[in-house]
């Protein structure tokens, strides 16, 4: 899976944001530095499974607070119509 061509990520004055260029979602993502980093992740084609030890390696957090939060991200992103899978 990766994030669609047509998303824009953006961190601006500290704060980071997803918008639609094509239309496909009307609206704003707003997202903390770890939801960021699993969107930057979503760069280059990759797994959910590829995801969580890159956050490992970042984040000092237990694997199983990751895993859902990747999880999580990932279902947001389902939501909007973001991801190519």
């Known amino acids: ?3 669609k ?3 824009v990520t ?3 004055y500290g704060e980071h944001l997803m918008v639609s260029t ?9 997202s903390n530095a770890a939801a960021a980093f699993i969107v930057e992740c979503l760069a280059e084609e ?3 499974q590829e995801i969580v030890p890159k956050m490992l390696a ?6 199983e607070i990751l895993e859902e ?3 999580k991200i990932l279902n947001t992103l389902r939501d909007v119509d973001a991801l190519e899978e």
Do not use: C, S
């Not at 094509?22 to 707003?30: I, S, W």
């Open 1 to 3: 899976m990766k994030l």
């Open 5 to 7: 061509d047509g998303f």
């Open 10 to 12: 953006r961190e601006m």
């Open 22 to 30: 094509d239309g496909a979602f009307n609206g704003l993502v707003r």
């Open 46 to 48: 990759t797994t959910e």
């Open 58 to 63: 970042k984040y000092d957090a237990p694997a």
């Open 69 to 71: 939060d990747v999880k």
